[in-house]
């Protein structure tokens, strides 16, 4: 992947100097949740009816008050430091991409911010963790990371290679882009008329944002910044947070009525879809084709 370092994106907010704790929703409980908690969080997922799990993780939970501040160590800083430009540089380029892909459609794109930090942190949807990975805040219109969730992907088998990252963070505003558009909200009160399509209405608002990073590739490839390896790393992401890769890596039984987020191969294919065509109004996945 072709990228070049450089001052840090105005959209970026730096909080790694904070503490607490960590990150939020791009599909499993990563950071310091671990296999015992993941499972934990669906048992209760299942016996209170609500999504704890990550499907609609980019929801968050719990307070939203500052926490503490501690210390930021130099050694920690200076190994975070390449993958912090990576995801500056990453998050610039995508939303210059939808700019210019709103305008030709006649409408206007909001930046949004994104917020790296270490452990924990506040959002506008609650305290942000690491246990839950990256994710997207419709209330702040922010997206969240905490940069250790690279070696919790490396656990699950997912590449961390440049393009692997760059589409963690264009997943992630891709669900910008579905609240921008009316698409987040639409599905929020499907969710509460139509409780036990949740899970399935999840999925495919997942897979929508899956979709919406393969057209920001499809960018990235038509410019020549990217390769045929840098494909297969963030194929190889997608595939490593499928619902039933996780299922399996926690010793569970596949079980698709419970899936947030989609299979593997669901979320290659509409990653696919978006890159091979380049064109937002591919990223249906409503409707049933969630199943393709």
Known sequence: MDWQSGDMSSDVEDRRGESGG???????????LGIVGFLVLLVISAVTGRNFIGGYLHGGGGSSAPVAQRARTPESSQAEDRDAHLISWTLDDVQ?????????KGKTYRHAKLVMFRDQTYSGCGT????TGPFYCP??????????????L???????????????????LGHHVQNLLGTESKVQRLMQEEPSEKNHLSVDLELQADCYAGVW?????????INADDVKSALSAAAAVGDDHLQKMSGRAVSPESWTHGSSAQRETWFKRGFESGDP????????KSSN
């Open 154 to 172: 490396k656990k699950f088998g997912g590449s961390t290679a440049d393009f692997a990252q760059a589409y963690v963070v264009g997943h992630e």
């Open 128 to 131: 942000a963790e690491s246990s």
């Open 96 to 104: 210059k991409t939808w700019t210019q892909i709103f305008e030709q």
């Open 139 to 152: 209330a702040d219109q922010k997206v969240y990371i905490d940069l250790g969730f690279w070696d919790e």
């Open 22 to 32: 960590g990150g939020g929703g791009f599909g499993f409980g990563g950071g310091g």
């Open 217 to 225: 590739g499809h960018s990235l490839q038509q410019r020549g910044k």
């Open 281 to 288: 109004g591919q990223c249906n996945t409503f409707g049933g």
